[in-house]
C-alpha cells in the first residue's frame, strides 16, 4: 500500500480510495459485464448499476446456480452500533439471491470481533447484538434455509474449528494484512472469521458459496481461501462478491459511518427525518442558485441523493436515466430529487420496520434461525462430547 495514498483494511479505511486499485492490492478481480449479466432475473440494481465491482471465482458460483446445485451465502455483521443503509444492502442482496436460488444464508454476528474492536462493555455489545439481529430477521429471510450464528454464542461450534484454522495463521500474515493487532482476540479473530465463511461446507458438505460484502472485509476472505486450500479440509475456496462503500450523505466518498460529523439514515428513521437528513445533508450536484441550475443543470454523478436511488432505492432503469436527464438538463432541481429520493428511501425504511414490528419475542423468533441440533451435531461429531 505504499505508492497509494489510502489505505483499505477491515479495521481502517483511509484517504480517497481507488476502487479498481484497491482490487489490485489485493489480488481480487473486477466484476465483468458478462458475470453481472448471469446473475439471476432481473438483475438486482446493486450487481446490474456496479455497486458490487469486484470479486473472486464469480464464475463458479454462476455456474453452480446453472447447475441447479444447492449453493449459499454468507454475510455478517459485527454488532457495536445501529444500522444503517449502508450496513443492509449485501443482506437484501443475500436475500434477493436466496429467493431466485434457494440459496442456504448464513448470518455470523461477530460480538467478540467489535469486543476487541471498539471501546465498548461487553454487555454493550451483546445489546447491538440483540438489536442489529432483530433488524436482520426483519430482512424477511427464510427461516428454514437461513442461520444466524453468534460467536459468543455459539462459541461450541464456532471455537473448535476457529483453532484448527487458527493453527494456520502465522502472526506475521496477520499483521502484514490488517496491521498490528491491538490485542490477541484480534490476533486470533480472523481464524473465526474463516469458520464462518467456511460453516455452510462445514454444515452441508463440499458446494458452492459466496461472501457479498464490502470490499475492506476482502483480506478476511483472502486468508481464509488460503486455509481452505490447505490440506485435510474437503471445501471450495468462498467465492467473493465485493462491494464500493455505500455512498455516504456527505459524498466524501470514504466508508459510510456513523458520527455526528458523518450524519447517516439508520433503519429506524422515520420519513420526517430521512427528508431532513437528505435535505439538509445530501452532498448535491446541483447549482448554487436555481437561476444557474436551469441554465447549466446539475451533476448526478456526484449527486448522493442521485447514487441512493441509483445504486439502490430506485429499480426502474428507464426512471433513473430519465432523473439524470432531468437533472443535467436542469429541469429538475436538487430539492426536487431530493424529495424524490427521501420517498424512495422511506418507502423502503417502512416496509422493513413493519417487518420488524411484526416480529414477536426475540427469543422465539431467533430459535427459527439458530442452527439445528442435527446443524450443530455434525459441526461438533469429532468432540470428546
Ligand atoms: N467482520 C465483519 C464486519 O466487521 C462482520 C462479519 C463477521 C462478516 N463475519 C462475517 C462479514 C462473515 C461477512 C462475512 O463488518
Redesign the pocket.
Known amino acids: 500500500m505504499t505508492d497509494d495514498d489510502f489505505t483499505v483494511t477491515?479495521y481502517a479505511v483511509q484517504g480517497d480510495v481507488d476502487y479498481e486499485r484497491v482490487l489490485d492490492q489485493f489480488g481480487a478481480d473486477e466484476l465483468t459485464e458478462a458475470e453481472r449479466e448471469r446473475f439471476p432475473e432481473p438483475l438486482h440494481p446493486l450487481i446490474k448499476r456496479g455497486i458490487f465491482y469486484g470479486g473472486r471465482d464469480v464464475e463458479a458460483y454462476l455456474d453452480a446456480i446453472d447447475e441447479d446445485e444447492q449453493v449459499s451465502i454468507?454475510?455478517?455483521?459485527?454488532p457495536s452500533g445501529p444500522m444503517h443503509i449502508g450496513h443492509v444492502f449485501?443482506l437484501y442482496l443475500a436475500k434477493y439471491l436466496q429467493d431466485r436460488t434457494g440459496a442456504h444464508v448464513y448470518i455470523?454476528?461477530?460480538d467478540d470481533?467489535?469486543y476487541f474492536?471498539k471501546d465498548q462493555d461487553f454487555d454493550d455489545i451483546q445489546g447491538w447484538a440483540k438489536d442489529n439481529i432483530t433488524e436482520i430477521m426483519a430482512v424477511g429471510f427464510d427461516p428454514e434455509k437461513t442461520r444466524i450464528v453468534v460467536d459468543s454464542a455459539d462459541a461450541d461450534v464456532i471455537y473448535p474449528w476457529a483453532a484448527k484454522f487458527a493453527k494456520r495463521y502465522t502472526q506475521s500474515t496477520v499483521n502484514a494484512t490488517y496491521g498490528d493487532p491491538d490485542n490477541v482476540g484480534l490476533s486470533f479473530y480472523p481464524a473465526?472469521?474463516a469458520t464462518?465463511?467456511l460453516l455452510p461446507q462445514l454444515v452441508h458438505g463440499r458446494h458452492r458459496t459466496i461472501?457479498p460484502?464490502?470490499v475492506d472485509?476482502d483480506p478476511?476472505?483472502r486468508l481464509c481461501r488460503d486455509v481452505a486450500a490447505k490440506e485435510d479440509y474437503d471445501v471450495h475456496k468462498p467465492s467473493a462478491l465485493l462491494s464500493r462503500f455505500f455512498p455516504q450523505l456527505k459524498g466524501d466518498g470514504g466508508k459510510m459511518s456513523s458520527s455526528d460529523q458523518n450524519p447517516t439514515i439508520y433503519l429506524s428513521d422515520d420519513r420526517e427525518t430521512v427528508r431532513e437528513k437528505i435535505q439538509t445533508y445530501a452532498f448535491s450536484g446541483g447549482q448554487t442558485s436555481l437561476e444557474e441550475h436551469r441554465e447549466k443543470g446539475g451533476d448526478p454523478d456526484v449527486d448522493v441523493a442521485y447514487q441512493l436511488l441509483y445504486y439502490f432505492f430506485e429499480e426502474d432503469d428507464a426512471k433513473v436515466e430519465e432523473l439524470a436527464a432531468e437533472y443535467r438538463s436542469g429541469e429538475l432541481l436538487t430539492g426536487e430529487l431530493k424529495n424524490y429520493a427521501a420517498d424512495k428511501v422511506s418507502d423502503f425504511l417502512e416496509q422493513h420496520q413493519e417487518r420488524k414490528a411484526a416480529l414477536g419475542d426475540f427469543h422465539e423468533e431467533i430459535s427459527e434461525y439458530t442452527l439445528t441440533d442435527e446443524e450443530r451435531a455434525t459441526l461438533t461429531e469429532d468432540l470428546l462430547y
Do not use: C, D, N, Y
Not at 454468507?74 to 459485527?78: C, K, L, S
Open positions: 477491515p454468507v454475510t455478517g455483521r459485527g449485501p455470523p454476528i461477530s470481533e467489535k474492536a473465526v472469521q464462518h465463511l461472501v460484502i464490502a472485509q478476511h476472505i
